[in-house]
């Protein structure tokens, strides 16, 4: 076990809360994963994506024991995986599992005490949950009888009850529409911030931008892309800038446009370009500015860059 100092000198845990090592998940003559290394730093929030069949599902399946690897190690707090242990983890898998013809304060209060709270202090939890999540109304009702999304809001209570020190939590927010979206992401990082560490899997970009540290871009089972969204951003561009403007734009040099029309542009930096050098060329150029807006390259161009379509269009695996 390693230890560090933070901003203030004080004595931190450096060992990494998942780690993975030349990992390599074989069915049949398919490698699924190919020596696969990262890891996971305690109190960040890591984004595990990918189009479907990329191997993200398979990676976390083989990390919490459900797979034997081919080859390569696979650690959770520096040991292999082993659920009878004493350190705490939240799964979110992306198939759910709930008793659905059981009412939803039965089941969460049953799943409450599987992870060791009393019956009273999980049916109060839970009840206390329901009503943050606008579902008090149906504590009594039978899962069966809840839509899709509501549902899910069940089983992500299901999952960080009892404050879990990690978190794994597979398309969280799949389905939902923008207003539950914010909320189920509220509490993902109310989790963060109360100390947990968080592994999402997921295709919604902008959930990236807004919530991770860092990311792993997987592609046909190999690391595309590892560190954090401002590097990997970096990498794949110097940023986008956007115009509203009148006259005309000079030669491209340094820049492509992605949108161009009479009067606003998008364009696409290559690397190294200055943003600031753009601005000057255009004034020099006699292009009248009314907006000058520069940004990094954002998550969802860096993953139409690696595979060439939407992060929702993946091909299923």
Same mark, same amino acid.
């Given at each position: /076990?390693?230890? +560090? =100092?933070?901003? /203030?000198? &004080? ?13 390599t998940?074989?069915?049949?003559? =398919? ?9 996971? &730093? ?20 083989? #990390?919490l ?8 190690? #696979? ?7 082993? *659920? $009878? ?8 898998p ?19 005490? #599987?992870?060791? /709270?009393?019956?009273?202090h999980? $049916? ?7 009503? =943050? ?11 069966t009888?809840?839509s899709? +999304? ?10 960080? /009850?009892?404050? *879990?020190?990690l ?21 993902i990082? $109310?989790?963060?911030?109360a100390?947990?560490?968080v ?23 190999r ?40 009067n606003? $542009? ?23 500015l =009314? ?15 690696v595979?060439?379509?939407? *992060? ?6």
């Amino acid at each position: /076990m390693s230890a +560090g =100092r933070d901003s /203030m000198g &004080r004595m931190t845990n450096t060992t990494p809360v998942i780690e993975v090592r030349d990992f390599t998940m074989r069915f049949g003559d =398919r490698a699924v994963v190919d020596r696969l290394s990262f890891e996971v &730093r305690a109190g960040e929030t890591f984004g595990l994506l990918g189009a479907n069949g990329s191997g993200k599902t398979t990676t976390v399946r083989a #990390l919490l024991g459900i797979y034997t690897p081919t080859a390569g190690r #696979l650690l959770v707090h520096g040991r292999p995986f082993d *659920p $009878a242990a004493d350190y705490s983890l939240g799964y979110l898998p992306e198939e759910r599992g709930l008793y659905r013809k059981e009412r939803v304060l039965d089941v969460m209060t049953y799943f409450g005490q #599987l992870k060791g /709270m009393e019956r009273s202090h999980a $049916a109060l939890w839970s009840q206390d949950y329901l009503d =943050r999540v606008g579902l008090s109304d149906q504590a009594n009702a039978k899962l069966t009888t809840l839509s899709g +999304g509501q549902q899910q809001k069940v089983q992500l209570g299901v999952t960080i /009850m009892d404050d *879990p020190s990690l978190l794994i939590l597979d398309e969280p927010t799949k389905g939902f529409d923008p207003v539950n979206r914010r909320l189920l992401l509220d509490l993902i990082e $109310a989790q963060r911030a109360a100390g947990a560490t968080v592994v999402i899997i997921t295709h919604q970009m902008e959930e990236v931008e807004r919530l991770c540290d860092r990311v792993l871009l997987l592609k046909d089972g190999r690391a595309e892309a590892y560190g954090t969204v401002a590097d990997v951003q970096d990498a794949y561009g110097s940023g986008i800038v956007r115009l509203h403007f009148s006259g005309t734009l000079p030669e491209a040099d340094g820049w492509r446009p992605l949108t161009l029309e009479r009067n606003y $542009a998008e364009l696409e930096l290559a690397p190294d370009t200055d943003p600031q050098a753009l601005l000057r060329r255009l004034v020099d150029a006699g292009v009248e500015l =009314r907006t000058f807006d520069a940004s990094r390259t954002s998550m969802e161009q860096v993953f139409l860059k690696v595979y060439g379509h939407a *992060p929702d269009q993946g091909v299923a695996a």
